[in-house]
């Protein structure tokens, strides 16, 4: 089992929907959770952490943590074609220091 | 928005030479990484470091080597490359304290004939 898993997809999302990306982990000490964002040959972006229980908004973007089930999802509100690209979710492990990601998720927006 | 470089961006050369991919940061960040992507594939660490004169192995076996002799610079060598060090690699850095947010180079392209 991958310490990290999401579905790579593709999600395929109609412009102006919301695309809805989830992150299962298996580190129960894990501290901290990151989204990235990804465009086919570029690096990664950093879009938004979360640390504590519950929803953060983030303009269009909320993440959303549940550490008793060990899963953090992402909501992207309003689609749209810009989005398409892989999300990454990496998480901050209990030792600290580090992150692991997961393989990520290839969402398509089309217009 | 970070500051942190990669050179070169691409890079072809001929099986069995002596590369060296660099990696600076202008943030004063002691922490700093080396992964390694192929095309569509997961991101696999390589190499870390949480400050000057200290280098670990990542998750990944690699048979590139790392230095990290100041804090801004953390190159990474291959003494001879083969074609299965075709990948792309990112260099991050990250701040000191705090949450582990990681900041990304543009990264290297490397393509071994």
């Known amino acids: 089992q991958k310490e990290v898993e999401q579905n790579s997809g593709p999600l395929s999302v109609p412009e102006g929907a919301i695309a809805s990306l989830n992150c299962t982990y298996s580190d129960r000490g894990s501290q901290s959770f990151f989204w990235y964002r990804q465009y086919s040959g570029k690096s990664p972006e950093l879009i938004m952490f979360i640390y504590s229980n519950g929803d953060k908004e983030d303009g269009r973007f909320t993440a959303q943590l549940n550490k008793a089930s060990q899963y953090v999802s992402l909501l992207i509100r309003d689609s749209q074609p810009s989005d398409s690209a892989t999300y990454l979710c990496?998480?901050?492990?209990?030792?600290?220091?580090?992150?692991?990601f997961g393989g990520g998720t290839r969402v398509l927006v089309k217009p | 928005e970070a500051d942190i470089y990669q050179t070169p961006r691409y890079l072809v050369i001929g099986t069995g030479k002596k590369i060296t991919l660099e990696c600076s940061q202008t943030m004063g960040h002691d922490k700093m990484y080396w992964y390694q992507q192929d095309p569509g594939m997961e991101l696999h660490l390589i190499h870390y470091?949480?400050?000057?004169?200290?280098?670990e192995k990542g998750d990944l076996s690699s048979e590139s080597t790392v230095s990290r002799i100041r804090t801004e610079h953390f190159p990474l060598t291959l003494e001879s490359a083969r074609p299965s060090h075709t990948s792309q690699y990112l260099c991050a850095s990250s701040e000191p304290r705090g949450i582990e947010t990681q900041y990304f180079g543009p990264g290297t392209r490397l393509l071994v004939l």
């Open positions: 470091s949480y400050g000057v004169n200290s280098t």
């Open positions: 990496a998480t901050e492990g209990a030792a600290g220091n580090k992150l692991t």
